[in-house]
């Protein structure tokens, strides 16, 4: 027969911290601390298949149930010595609602329960403290009014208040008892007017009103939508905790508190909490009177430490505090209630804690030996570390919101609003804050993000230009908000109802994808050295290898000093932005005769060699991958006449026949089009002056520094073999060639990119030919979803908010797939080279859901933006461990 009801406390403990599914978090932890020997006021537990009965009877509860509630309430009231109910000396309860995961939204507490006209003569008898009795009978009645009976809440204070106007007194604790006693019967008053059926006087009645509230709270309209948004079953259903009361109003040696075992947002290991003497669990939060602190060491002169005020508690709860650290193991956020100078417990559960805190406690854990390194590394969300890398908003700063977008690159960021990269670069150079917005971004716009200290898009998805470039920068970027509307004309933006112009000021979190009008006050992002031991811990049990995607110098540096080992993705069209470059990039394009594309090739030799020189300098003979041109043609056209002009008279062309060859090259959907190895294979000047130039810089580099450097040639975009077939050919050729003149040689890869279905689903032919694969899940997503990774801000967040998909999938993978196919992809490539060394560079290989599929495929290293290598290093960690975990490998 099912059990329905579990008891706790007074040595009587039928549950445990691991029975938190069927009591709830509040009840399992109730019976753990009971049955370590902590002072917990004995109770019982309703379980949440109660709930779950209810609901599925039609609102009916079990038939056993009443019975089993009998018996349990008076074995609570056995061991105080007090009856329910009594008019001389009366057992008084609360009521908690308590679910497996802490869940707001739903019933929470009702305490005083089981006072009526004659119990609480009985209370004033036997505390000896008629005022007590009578303030707890006005708390019981104006608890139980508003949360089970629904009578609105202010309705009770407003009349306090006017009682208090009245009295000609300020605080509640100056009010007498006669004077409660007549605040008392208006109370009823009220509940009668408001609901039309008088205050309930039996006990029981009350006990089963809250009961019942509980359980009908749970599929009340709050908790219906934080349950969505936070993926929880309403199956799982809420416990009720039912408990004796133990009493912090009764006078100056009473007190009630709440605290965490740690600084909840410093992690710092100190007794961090607030207390209040002569006071209910309520009045801490209600902000009537001020709590004070408990460390005397903490407290200002003018403040009361508990330390001081009851020291023995004090002492006691320094005690628990202990016992409860070395039994959980992890931080614990605490209530407790002092009665008489006697401390209880009435709440522990894992503390929440910031990203900062998480790290230090972790890492002081395992110093002191409550925890393993390996469990301290699993303590730390890989995510939270953006909150130590980057500046974050000032949680007291004040803020208005005007439209929310897609958190494409994490931080905050304020800055004047300006609208073309030009503009940004000089205002940035004059010292000014600036924050790029543009509908959307191209290449041409990199050097204006890199100025900008943030940038903001009203198209674009989690992989558009603006999201990947940004991220890589690590500038904070929030995209694709399509509430935004950009008037590049009159120089406008318009959200929210509110228009703004260009220098008007503007605040950015990254973070969460919200854009606030004004300048919201950040705070600088500080690295401990906490930090770089978590780091060295996590990579001593990572797999996976971790690189970067970077192409500049500046982010190869960035890349090193978070520890990449090496570059995953060099996108090298990123380097034909430059003033210098551009000029020759567009003649090379436009040009109508090979000899003048090869002499404009030929400008961008010395470039390009110099690009990648420094590249390998930086990293010091780690592994580079460097792709080969990738982009669609037409973003490297000259736009304006004036440009079409510049290039007709480098060539010596008519302006009309430019006109003419840039709309030929115009491309309906360019992302599908000419670009990737088609580009090489149809202009294979550019791809054999990209390798000359990377052997060259490689043999330069390698004797200047002594270092072995082996470059890795990535081939983008193949779909069939005999593409890399082509241009593998013609690599190894210029290669050869390279070889020859300078009569040398050193170690080379050729790989390629699988970013197509169809490069995933022939890579067994595909690994003929190739050294490496590098899956790019950007383009993967986008062609195996068919989603454009550019319009795909439109619609896809509704898709996500409305559980048509569990996630973007431009952030995290589609494991069923996109997911598949890189399984897919990985088998075969091995299947016919099992050395093939396999790696991904799209964005996912910084997100630890991914990074995590990634190691059970078997992937030999992930690559990710410069300021996502930490995240990565870590994420890798804890997929190791949990692989190790799976397998029965002890930690
Ligand atoms: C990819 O497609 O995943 C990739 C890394 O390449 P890009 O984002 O440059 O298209
Ligand atoms: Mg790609």
Request: glycine share 10%; proline share 5%.
């Amino acid at each position: 027969m099912t059990k329905w009801v579990y008891s706790f406390g007074g040595g009587l403990n039928e549950g445990g911290a691991g029975m938190r599914n069927l009591l709830g978090g509040k009840g399992a932890n109730l019976a753990e601390m009971a049955s370590i020997g902590l002072p917990v006021p004995p109770g019982f537990t309703i379980t949440t298949e109660v709930c779950s009965a209810f609901y599925a009877n039609g609102n009916n509860y079990p038939p056993e149930l009443a019975e089993e509630v009998a018996g349990a309430l008076h074995r609570v009231e056995e061991m105080m010595g007090l009856t329910f109910g009594d008019a001389n000396a009366p057992l008084l309860v609360s009521v908690r609602s308590g679910a497996r995961v802490s869940m707001p939204g739903m019933m929470d507490t009702v305490l005083n329960l089981g006072l009526n006209d004659q119990t609480v003569e009985g209370l004033a008898r036997s505390s000896g403290d008629e005022r007590f009795a009578w303030d707890s009978y006005r708390r019981f009645i104006q608890m139980y009014g508003s949360v089970v009976m629904g009578v609105p809440h202010h309705r009770f204070e407003d009349l306090l208040e006017q009682a208090k106007r009245g009295l000609g007194v300020h605080d509640d604790t100056a009010i007498k008892a006669t004077d409660w006693r007549e605040i008392v019967q208006s109370y009823r008053e009220i509940v009668q007017r408001e609901t039309g059926t008088p205050f309930p006087t039996d006990p029981q009645a009350q006990l089963w009103g809250a009961i019942g509230a509980v359980f009908g709270s749970w599929m009340n309209p709050r908790a219906n939508t934080y349950r969505k948004l936070h993926d929880i079953p309403a199956s799982w259903g809420t416990a009720v905790n039912v408990q004796s009361m133990v009493f912090g109003n009764m006078g100056d040696d009473c007190a009630t508190g709440v605290c965490f075992t740690r600084d909840p947002s410093t992690g710092e290991n100190i007794f961090y909490g607030e207390y209040l003497v002569n006071a209910q669990g309520e009045d801490v939060v209600a902000g009537i009177r001020t709590p004070q602190p408990m460390a005397a060491e903490k407290a200002t002169p003018d403040q009361s430490p508990m330390e001081k005020v009851l020291p023995n508690a004090y002492k006691e709860l320094l005690r628990v505090r202990e016992l409860l650290e070395k039994h959980y193991r992890d931080m614990q956020d605490i209530e407790f209630t002092v009665q008489s100078n006697r401390l209880y417990m009435l709440q522990t559960r894992t503390g929440k804690r910031t990203a900062a805190a998480a790290l230090k406690i972790a890492i002081d854990m395992a110093r002191e030996g409550l925890i393993t390194q390996e469990e301290a590394i699993q303590r730390v969300p890989p995510t939270s570390l953006d909150q130590l890398l980057h500046p974050t908003l000032d949680p007291k700063a004040e803020r208005t919101q005007i439209a929310r977008g897609l958190p494409a690159s994490p931080g905050a960021a304020a800055g004047a609003i300006v609208f073309t990269a030009e503009e940004v670069e000089d205002r940035a150079a004059q010292g000014e804050d600036v924050i790029l917005v543009r509908i959307e971004t191209s290449p041409e716009d990199v050097h204006g993000m890199h100025a900008a200290r943030g940038v903001l898009t009203t198209r674009g998805g989690m992989t558009s230009h603006a999201a990947v470039v940004a991220r890589g920068m690590g500038r904070v970027c929030v995209a694709g908000a399509g509430s935004i509307h950009v008037d590049y004309k009159a120089q406008t933006l318009t959200a929210g109802g509110v228009t703004l112009k260009g220098g008007d000021w503007i605040t950015l979190d990254g973070g969460t994808g919200a854009v606030y009008v004004g300048k919201v006050a950040t705070i600088p992002p500080t690295l401990s050295g906490d930090f770089s031991t978590l780091m060295g811990w996590a990579d001593d049990v990572r797999r996976l290898r971790v690189r970067a995607n970077a192409e500049t110098p500046e982010d190869a540096e960035t890349a090193r000093k978070f520890g990449a080992e090496g570059i995953g993705l060099s996108r090298t069209e990123h380097m034909f932005f430059g003033p210098d470059r551009i000029g020759h990039v567009r003649q090379m394009i436009m040009a109508d005769d090979h000899d003048a594309r090869r002499k404009a090739i030929e400008a961008l030799l010395p470039f390009q060699r110099d690009d990648f020189a420094s590249i390998f300098r930086i990293m010091r003979g780690l592994p580079v991958t460097i792709r080969l041109l990738d982009p669609p043609l037409h973003e490297f056209l000259p736009h304006g006449e004036m440009e079409l002009a510049e290039v007709a008279a480098a060539l010596g062309q008519s302006i009309e026949s430019l006109r003419a060859r840039r709309s030929a090259l115009s491309e309906a959907n360019p992302m599908l089009g000419h670009r990737g190895c088609r580009l090489g294979i149809t202009y294979p000047e550019i791809y054999a002056m990209q390798v000359r130039a990377i052997i060259e810089a490689a043999i330069a580099v390698s004797h200047e520094t002594g270092e072995a450097i082996v470059p890795e040639i990535m081939i983008p975009l193949v779909g069939v073999k005999t593409e890399l077939d082509v241009t593998r050919k013609a690599a190894e050729a210029v290669v050869a060639a390279v070889f020859a003149e300078k009569g040398t040689t050193l170690d080379y890869l050729i790989g390629t990119m699988i970013e197509l279905p169809r490069a995933a689903i022939t890579a067994s032919q595909i690994a003929e030919v190739a050294d490496f694969f590098s899956f790019g899940t950007n383009d993967l997503t986008q062609t195996t979803l068919g989603l454009s990774r550019d319009d795909a801000g439109s619609f896809l967040p509704y898709y996500v908010d409305h559980g048509l998909l569990p996630k973007d999938p431009f952030v995290s993978i589609d494991r069923e797939g996109v997911g598949a196919l890189v399984r897919m992809g990985a088998e075969a490539g091995r299947k016919t080279k099992p050395r093939l060394k396999l790696g991904v560079c799209g964005e996912h290989g910084g997100d630890p859901d991914s990074i995590a599929f990634f190691e059970s495929v078997g992937l030999d290293y992930v690559s990710c933006s410069p300021f996502r290598v930490p995240v990565a290093r870590l994420a890798a960690a804890q997929a190791a461990l949990a692989k190790k975990k799976q397998a029965g490998i002890p930690a």
